[in-house]
């Protein structure tokens, strides 16, 4: 019933700019909070940012503040995540997920129910 779906991802140069989409279906904001996490090879999967059920509050790790945004499009069902000024420690799988949670969010992915199947970000000269 629950469907994420990611796009967006790509490879980029140091210092470039996307923008992450996940189409959610099954899904209401007014519930479910979004959350956006990344994998490297070989580390854990890691939250950056996340966005609340109602009335959307934002979050975001450290490592990400300043160049990443979250927003999201209710009528499209769809959530975004603006990534700018890439760093090549960027580069990891960027899956979306959801899960029934009153605010405020959390980036704490055992906490998350519904996952997406990830988008490559890969920056390289």
């Known amino acids: 019933q629950v469907q994420l779906v990611e796009s967006g991802g790509g490879l980029v140069q140091p210092g470039g700019s996307l923008r992450l989409s996940c189409a959610a279906s099954g899904v209401t904001f007014d519930y479910y909070a979004i959350g956006w996490f990344r994998q490297a090879p070989g580390k854990a999967r890691e939250g950056v940012s996340c966005?609340?059920?109602?009335?959307?509050?934002?979050y975001y790790t450290d490592s990400v503040k300043g160049r990443f945004t979250i927003s999201r499009d209710v009528a499209k069902n769809t959530v975004y995540l603006q990534i700018d000024n890439l760093h090549p420690d960027d580069t990891a799988v960027y899956y979306c997920?959801?899960?029934?949670?009153?605010?405020?969010?959390?980036?704490?992915?055992?906490?998350?129910?519904?996952w997406g199947q990830g988008t490559q970000v890969t920056v390289s000269s």
């Open positions: 997920a959801a899960e029934v949670r009153y605010p405020p969010c959390t980036v704490v992915a055992v906490m998350y129910e519904y």
């Open positions: 966005i609340s059920g109602k009335e959307g509050s934002t």
